[in-house]
C-alpha cells in the first residue's frame, strides 16, 4: 500500500487563521493541555473540596474569559489559543464527574450523550457551513463551532476515559495504552486512507483526551487505585510550566514571538 501524498499548503497556510498548524509538537502540546485538565480539576473538586458542581461553575467561568480573549484577538496568539483548550479540559473534567458520580448517569451513559453531542455539533457545523475545519478558522462562526466541538469532545473524552479504567477494569496504564493505541491507528489512517481529514482530525482530538485523563489519573491517584499518588496541585503546577515551555521552544524555534505567532513581533 503506498502512502497516499497530501496536498500541500492547503491547510495553516491562511496568515488570518486564528489557530495552529497541526504538526507533531501540536498533539505533544494537546496531550500535556488534557493531562493537565485532568489534575488541575481534581485538585479544585477533590483536593479543595469543592466538588463538581462548584468546580464546574468555576472552570465555565474561567472558560468565558479565556474564549472572549480568544475570539476578540485578530490572529493567532499561542498562549491565548492554549489557554482556552485548558480551560475546556477542565470544565470537560468537572462536567463529565457531575454527570457520571453526582447525577449517577454513569460513565456508558454520559459517555454515549455525550458522543451524540459532538455528533450534533459537527452536523450542526457541515449544515451552516457546508464545511468542518480544523486548521483554517477565519469566520467567527467557524470559530464558534470550532470551541463548541473542542468543550465537548472534551468533557466526552473525560468519561470515555474513566469508562475505560474504571467499567472495563483496565485501570490507568493499560487505558493509557489502549488510547495511544486508538490514536496510531488514526495517524495510519492519515496516511494510508482516503478519509477526510477533517472526520480523522477530530477522531484523534476526542481520542487525546482519555488518553490526557488516563495519564493524569496515573499521576495522582493512591497506589491502591493503581497511580503514583503524586500532588495534584504539584502535578498541575509541573504540566503547566512544561507546557509553557513547549510553547515558547515551538515557536521561537520557529523565528516567531510565542505571544503572536503571526509573524509580528511584541
Known amino acids: 500500500m503506498t502512502v497516499r501524498r497530501r496536498a500541500e499548503g492547503r491547510h495553516g497556510a491562511d496568515p488570518l487563521s486564528k489557530v495552529p498548524q497541526v504538526t507533531l509538537m501540536f498533539w505533544i502540546i494537546k496531550i500535556f493541555a488534557t493531562t493537565l485538565g485532568e489534575t488541575g480539576g481534581d485538585a479544585v473538586t477533590m483536593s479543595l473540596n469543592l466538588g463538581y458542581a462548584v468546580g464546574s461553575v468555576i472552570f465555565l467561568a474561567f472558560f468565558a474569559v479565556a474564549l472572549a480573549g480568544q475570539v476578540a484577538a485578530k490572529r493567532y496568539h499561542p498562549f491565548a489559543y492554549w489557554t482556552v483548550v485548558v480551560a475546556?479540559?477542565?470544565?470537560?473534567?468537572?462536567?463529565s464527574d457531575y454527570f457520571d458520580r453526582t447525577l449517577g448517569l454513569g460513565y456508558v451513559k454520559s459517555s454515549a450523550i455525550l458522543f451524540v453531542g459532538v455528533l450534533a455539533v459537527l452536523f450542526a457545523?457541515?449544515?451552516v457551513r457546508g464545511r468542518i475545519e480544523y486548521q483554517d478558522i477565519t469566520d467567527r462562526r467557524d470559530e464558534v463551532f470550532y470551541w463548541l466541538t473542542i468543550l465537548v469532545s472534551?468533557?466526552?473524552g473525560t468519561a470515555l476515559g474513566d469508562f475505560?479504567?474504571?467499567?472495563?477494569?483496565?485501570?490507568?496504564?493499560?487505558?493509557a495504552l489502549v488510547f495511544a493505541a486508538l490514536i496510531a491507528l488514526v495517524a495510519a489512517a492519515h496516511y494510508f486512507t482516503k478519509i477526510s481529514e477533517s472526520v480523522l482530525f477530530w477522531a484523534a482530538y476526542v481520542l487525546t483526551r482519555p488518553l490526557g485523563a488516563t495519564l493524569g489519573d496515573t499521576l495522582t491517584k493512591p497506589f491502591d487505585a493503581g497511580g503514583l499518588n503524586l500532588s495534584r496541585i504539584t502535578s498541575s503546577l509541573v504540566i503547566a510550566a512544561l507546557m509553557v515551555l513547549m510553547i515558547v521552544l515551538t515557536y521561537r524555534g520557529r523565528g516567531q514571538s510565542p505571544v503572536a505567532a503571526d509573524g509580528a513581533r511584541v
Open 125 to 127: 457545523w457541515r449544515l
Open 154 to 156: 472534551n468533557t466526552l
Open 164 to 175: 475505560t479504567a474504571d467499567d472495563l477494569g483496565l485501570g490507568f496504564q493499560r487505558g
Open 88 to 95: 475546556t479540559t477542565t470544565v470537560g473534567t468537572t462536567m
